[in-house]
Nanobody
């Protein structure tokens, strides 16, 4: 199983980025997907999760209303659209297969993509 995350970069506060995570080696439509992030010196934290069809979605409170998770099963890709970015959103963002808000509910993890938000 491989999860390849991309789309990170440097952006000013208030800006936007779209992250992508493309899966291989698994049946994508059988997997619920999630995004987590880890800021320097902090624990990895839940960001958002989306079910197999995209009909059930949950967000962490700190990103609700600013981030949007979606998926394209034909491309085996899950996205995280991030708007109104804040410096505190700076982190390495990881995609993973699983469901829920705890790290131990996820099994396969991507390598992460760095998002840096400047003030």
């Amino acid at each position: 199983v491989q999860l390849q995350a991309s789309g990170g970069g440097l952006v000013q506060a208030g800006g936007s980025l779209r992250l992508s995570c493309t899966a291989s080696g698994l049946i994508f439509t059988s997997n619920v997907m999630g995004w987590f992030r880890q800021a320097p010196g902090k624990e990895r934290e839940f960001v958002a999760t989306i079910d197999r069809s995209g009909s059930r979605i949950y967000y962490a409170e700190v990103v609700k209303g600013r981030f949007t998770i979606s998926r394209d099963n034909t491309k085996k890709t899950v996205y995280l659209e991030m708007n109104s970015l804040k410096p505190e959103d700076t982190a390495v963002y990881y995609c993973a297969t699983g469901w829920g808000s705890r790290k131990d509910e996820y099994d396969n993890w991507g390598q992460g993509t760095l998002v840096t938000v400047s003030s």
